[in-house]
C-alpha cells in the first residue's frame, strides 16, 4: 500500500488511543473511571481491599469518525477487492468539505490506594499514551488521488484548501481524592506531559492546473499550488515503539480537576476540567509557511497516490524555520448530573441514569449524552446515547461484571456504525459503498483487581494490629540480626 493512503488511514482510520472519556463510565465506580473523574471513589470502606492496580493490562478507548462524501472512496480503498477508489459520491468544483476525528486514550499503568479513612482519602498514579486528531478534507483532495478523470475542467481554485492536526503524548500522573464530608467530595490529577508527534497543516489558498496530453495520457501531469502554514515536530528517525516511552524532549504539563456534590435527595452533580495543559516542541521542529507550486507528474499510473505525495509533501515542507513552539492540549470542561433508583420492591435491580454535557475548551466540540445503566448483584449493561455539534447521533452499550475488587468492562459508543464498518472490512459491498451520516468505529474495554487487606472501619475491624515490623522493618532484622 503506498504512502499517501497510509497517511490518510493514519489521520483518519489508524486510531491506537483514541483519547477520550467514554460516557458510559460515568459513576461505575471502576479504577478507569477513577482517573478520567478525579473527584470518583475507586473503593468502598468494609467491602474493598486497599490497592488497585490493572497488572499492566491496557484500559484503552479508541475511537474516529469520518463524515461527508469521501467514505464511499476511502471505503473502496481500504475493503473492496481489488481495491479502488469508488468517487461516484464526490462532487468536484463544490469545495465540500469533510470532516474527520481520532481520538485513543490507554493506560499502561493504573495504581490507586486507599490512605485513610479519615475523608476516604484516594492516591494514585498512572501512565497513559494519548492520540488526539481532527480536520477537515475536500472532495477534490481525494479525487486527485484517483488521477484527473474526475476532473471535467482543466483549472480549479482552492479545492485543496485543508485542514487537520495531530498530537500524540504520553502522560505521567499523579492523582488525589479525598471526600471533605458527607456530601462533597474532591480529586485533582497533577500530570507530565512528554510529546511523541505534532503534526497541524492549514491550507488557505490552492489551485489545481491539469495539463493534459490527449496523444498519450500517460504523460498526462498537474501543477498544484498552494499556500498556508505546516507546523511538523522533530522525531529522530521513523517513528517507532521506542518513540512513545516518555522522555524531556517535548515536556508539558497538565491538571485535571473534579467536583462531586451529592443533594439531600440524593442527586449526584459532578464537574470536571480535564487535561488543561501544554507542551512544549524542542527547538528542532519545523515551521514552513509554504506559497509554491509544484509539477506532479505520472498521475495516471498505479503509482499515483505515491507520486502525489511526495510532491505534496516536499511542497508544504519547503524550507521550513527550525524552531520550537507550544500547543495545547484538547482540554474538556464537563457537567453531569445523576441520581440512582431502585426498580423492585426486593432492591435487586438498580437504575441510575446520568446525563453529561461535554465542550472541548479550546475547540469547537460539544457533546451530550444520556447514559442509562442498570446493575444486577455484579453485573451492569449500559445503553449510551450521545449527540455533537456535527448533528451525530450514536448509540453505544456497555457490559461490565463488577465486584468490590474485580472489574472488567467492554464496550462501544458507536455501536451501529462500528457494526457497519466491521461489514465493509468484511468486504460487505453494500457497507463499502454506503454513505451515511459517518462512517467510524469505538471501542473500549478495561480491567483491574484490587488486593491487599480489606479496608475496614475500626468497629468493623477483623484485623487486630500487634506491632508487626513493615517490610524495612524485616530486612533491617535480618541484615542485622535484631528482633528490636
Known amino acids: 500500500m503506498n504512502k499517501i493512503f497510509f497517511t490518510i488511514l493514519f489521520f483518519i482510520f489508524c486510531s491506537l488511543s483514541v483519547s477520550a472519556q467514554q460516557f458510559s463510565q460515568y459513576n461505575t465506580g471502576t479504577l478507569y473511571d477513577s482517573f478520567e473523574n478525579p473527584s470518583q471513589r475507586a473503593f468502598i470502606p468494609d467491602s474493598s481491599r486497599g490497592v488497585a492496580f490493572n497488572f499492566f ?12 462524501n469521501i467514505q464511499r472512496p476511502l471505503k473502496s480503498r481500504a475493503f473492496a477487492s481489488p481495491s479502488y477508489y469508488n468517487t461516484s459520491s464526490l462532487r468536484i468544483g463544490r469545495n465540500a468539505l469533510n470532516h474527520f476525528n481520532v481520538n485513543a486514550n490507554s ?6 490506594l486507599f490512605t485513610s479513612l479519615n475523608g476516604n482519602v484516594e ?10 486528531g481532527k480536520g477537515l478534507v475536500t472532495d477534490e483532495s481525494i479525487a486527485f488521488l484517483d488521477g484527473p478523470s474526475n476532473f471535467a475542467r482543466d483549472n480549479y481554485d482552492n479545492i485543496f484548501n485543508n485542514h487537520y492536526r495531530m498530537q500524540m503524548y504520553d502522560q505521567l500522573s499523579y492523582i488525589y481524592r479525598e471526600q471533605v464530608n458527607k456530601q462533597l467530595s474532591l480529586g485533582f490529577k497533577l500530570s507530565y506531559l512528554s510529546g511523541v508527534q505534532y503534526n497541524k497543516i492549514d491550507v488557505e489558498e490552492s489551485s489545481l492546473q491539469i495539463n493534459r496530453v490527449p496523444a498519450n ?4 501531469n498537474a501543477d498544484v499550488y498552494m499556500r498556508g502554514r505546516y507546523y511538523r515536530s522533530y522525531v529522530p528517525g521513523r517513528l517507532d515503539g521506542r518513540d512513545f516511552l516518555p522522555t524531556f524532549r517535548n515536556p508539558g504539563a497538565a491538571i485535571s480537576m473534579g467536583a462531586t456534590y451529592r443533594t439531600e435527595d440524593g442527586i449526584l452533580i459532578q464537574g470536571n476540567i480535564k487535561d488543561l495543559g501544554f507542551i512544549h516542541w524542542n527547538k528542532r521542529s519545523t515551521i514552513t509557511d509554504f506559497n509554491n507550486t509544484t ?7 498505479k503509482h499515483r497516490d505515491e507520486n502525489i505525495y511526495n510532491a505534496v509533501y516536499e511542497l508544504v515542507r519547503g524550507n521550513g524555520m527550525v524552531t520550537s513552539f507550544n500547543t495545547k492540549t484538547n482540554a474538556k470542561a464537563e457537567l453531569s448530573v445523576s441520581k440512582s433508583y431502585w426498580l423492585d420492591d426486593e432492591k435487586t435491580y438498580r437504575y441510575f441514569p446520568t446525563v453529561v454535557a461535554q465542550k472541548e475548551m479550546f475547540f469547537s466540540g460539544f457533546t451530550g449524552a444520556m447514559v442509562n ?3 444486577k448483584n455484579n453485573l451492569i449493561a449500559t445503553l449510551t446515547a450521545t449527540y455533537d455539534d456535527y448533528k451525530l447521533f450514536n448509540l453505544g452499550a456497555q457490559i461490565m461484571v463488577k465486584s468490590p475488587n474485580v472489574e472488567f468492562f467492554i464496550g462501544s459508543e458507536r455501536l451501529l456504525n462500528t457494526g457497519h464498518l466491521t461489514l465493509a472490512a468484511l468486504n460487505n459491498t453494500n457497507q463499502i459503498n454506503r454513505v451515511g451520516n459517518y462512517s467510524g468505529a469505538d471501542i473500549f474495554l478495561g480491567f483491574s483487581l484490587k488486593f491487599g487487606r480489606v479496608i475496614e472501619h475500626p468497629m468493623n475491624s477483623s484485623y487486630i494490629p500487634m506491632g508487626e515490623k513493615g517490610f524495612l522493618g524485616r530486612l533491617f ?4 540480626k535484631t528482633n528490636n
Open 295 to 301: 509539477n506532479i507528474t505520472d498521475i495516471t499510473s
Open 477 to 480: 532484622g535480618r541484615i542485622f
Open 123 to 132: 492516591m494514585g498514579f498512572s501512565a497513559q499514551t494519548k492520540v488526539e
Open 57 to 68: 493490562i491496557p484500559n484503552f478507548d479508541a475511537n474516529f469518525y469520518v463524515t461527508g
Open 217 to 220: 495520457p500517460d504523460n498526462d
Open 373 to 375: 445503566s442498570v446493575q
Open 107 to 112: 493506560y499502561a499503568v493504573m495504581v490507586k
